[in-house]
């Protein structure tokens, strides 16, 4: 079962534009770097050879993840909750801590913004789903049970 990918829109946008990238541009321009090796000779010892065949691996491995995660993905937007859900923001507190961190809610793929993404599906996120502000709920970590408080929630 696949899992479903909680996207913005800016951020559907953005993937299908780069897979589009990819799948035209970058895919000519990796088969004109192994020519262009190729006529140097000795495939052996080309290591334009090598590393374009490199890059071509890297950039067919990356056209794959972006077809996947749009192919799972589900659209979200930005609506007032007060409950956490894909697409808000959301700052808790670990016992025993004073500070708050601050977590967008969604797909690893909507990383480099303000904050830090956590995936619905991983253990603190599957915790906090559903949950509301002043809700405490615990789960597993590698290092054993932690507990969190939930401070604040925006869209």
Known sequence: MAVVQHLSQAT?????????????HGRVEIARKIQTAREMGDLSENGDYHAAREEQGKMEARIRQIQGTLLDAEIVDAVASDTVVPGVTVSIR????????????????ERGGEHEVLTPGSPLGEALMGKRIGDLCDFEAPGGVLKVEIVNIES
């Not at 559907?12 to 035209?24: C, F, G, K, N």
């Not at 670990?94 to 793929?109: K, V, W």
């Open 12 to 24: 559907h946008d953005r993937l299908s534009a780069e897979l589009e990238q990819l799948t035209t």
């Open 94 to 109: 670990y016992e025993g801590d004073d500070e708050a961190e601050t977590f967008l809610i969604g797909s690893i793929e």
